[in-house]
């Protein structure tokens, strides 16, 4: 049977925002994110990262840079015993009309497809609307951090019964009232 997933954004979510980093130098990791991800980790879903990198569109960064912001992240979670299962980046321009900038799903559709994932009973965590919208197009529990951008959308989030997490330890503990809930 088909695995929920924990499906993270990641610039202002598992690490600090700077606007399009394109250098390993500039990825520091969110407060709690080690803590949160590691808990996550222990409900048995697979953690995916889903980013948006337009820098790559927009001609801020070559691939190659982008590749190397990507290695320090998974190198720093790496070190702190926090396994990613899959990495999927769009790359594109918001102009492009691609189907994988966030909020369109692509690479959500990807990663069901390639680790056998049930959207439905997944958890969608980033720090803009984007992500929450994401999250509803594939019927998926959405969760806003106000790390990063995250306290721009806040409250639109609550008005509209979005979780608001203070951080992915927080995240965390809603993630487990939900599976509580679904248990009942
Ligand atoms: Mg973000
Ligand atoms: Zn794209």
């Known amino acids: 049977m088909s695995s929920p997933a924990i499906f993270l954004d990641r610039d202002g979510t598992i690490i600090v925002e700077k606007s399009y980093p394109s250098h390993p130098d500039q990825v520091a990791l969110v407060e709690g994110a080690i803590a949160g991800l590691r808990a996550m980790a222990k409900h048995g879903y697979p953690l995916v990262v889903v980013s948006n990198q337009s820098g790559i569109g927009r001609g801020y960064f070559s691939i190659e840079q982008a590749d190397a912001v990507e290695r320090?992240?998974?190198?720093?979670?790496?070190?702190?015993?926090?396994?990613?299962?899959?990495w999927y980046r769009c790359p594109h321009a918001p102009d492009a009309g691609c189907a994988c900038r966030k909020p369109a799903p692509g690479m959500i559709h990807s990663a069901v497809r390639d680790l056998d994932l049930d959207p439905a009973r997944s958890f969608v965590i980033g720090?803009?609307?984007?992500?929450?919208?994401?999250?509803?197009?594939v019927g998926a529990v959405g969760i806003l951090v106000t790390t990063g951008y995250g306290n721009l959308d806040a409250d639109r989030a609550r008005k509209q019964r979005v979780a608001v997490c203070r951080d992915l330890v927080e995240a965390d503990a809603e993630i487990t009232r939900h599976l509580a809930l679904d248990r009942v």
Do not use: F, H, N, Q
């Open 72 to 86: 320090r992240v998974i190198d720093l979670l790496a070190c702190k015993g926090v396994t990613v299962a899959a």
């Open 127 to 137: 720090d803009k609307w984007s992500d929450i919208e994401l999250a509803a197009a």
